[in-house]
């Protein structure tokens, strides 16, 4: 990505220092912390990237944000995704994790259950609700009713 001839940048270089802070987001550690900046080039140079799963626990795994993320570090620019295509992948990946947030939520606002005692505790995903939505009706939410 770098040209030595007319020491221009492109701009796959971007793509992949896009890749750096998603790993960085995604993992919470910066990549190569602590290296000297020597280091991390030839690093880079030699195709070395730092490990995406390490301490992550399974559900901060999604295979399709760490295959994005691996694209975009790609060696070889040109193999690198074009920055309209990280945008699609990135938007369907947030559309997906809205929709099961979704799921999870409806799922949460149908659980009732009678106790012992015959009182029914239901449960309220509170996510759904303004800010301002700490009580409704004199009852807190979440209280069994």
Do not use: Y
């Amino acid at each position: 990505c770098f040209d030595p001839t007319n020491h221009r940048i492109c701009h796959k270089v971007d793509i992949f220092a896009l890749g750096v802070l998603m790993a960085e987001m995604l993992s919470g550690l910066q990549p190569w912390g602590g290296w000297a900046v020597l280091d991390v080039a030839r690093s880079v140079v030699q195709g070395q990237r730092p490990p995406l799963l390490v301490g992550l626990p399974l559900d901060r795994r999604p295979a399709r944000l760490i295959k994005l993320i691996s694209a975009c570090w790609e060696q070889d620019p040109l193999r690198r995704p074009e920055a309209a295509e990280v945008a699609r992948e990135l938007l369907a990946l947030q559309q997906r994790s809205l929709l099961q947030e979704q799921g999870q939520g409806q799922e949460l606002q149908s659980l009732a259950r009678t106790s012992e005692t015959g009182s029914i505790a239901i449960t309220l995903d509170l996510s759904t609700l303004p800010p301002d939505s700490s009580v409704a009706g004199g009852r807190a939410i979440g209280e069994t009713w």
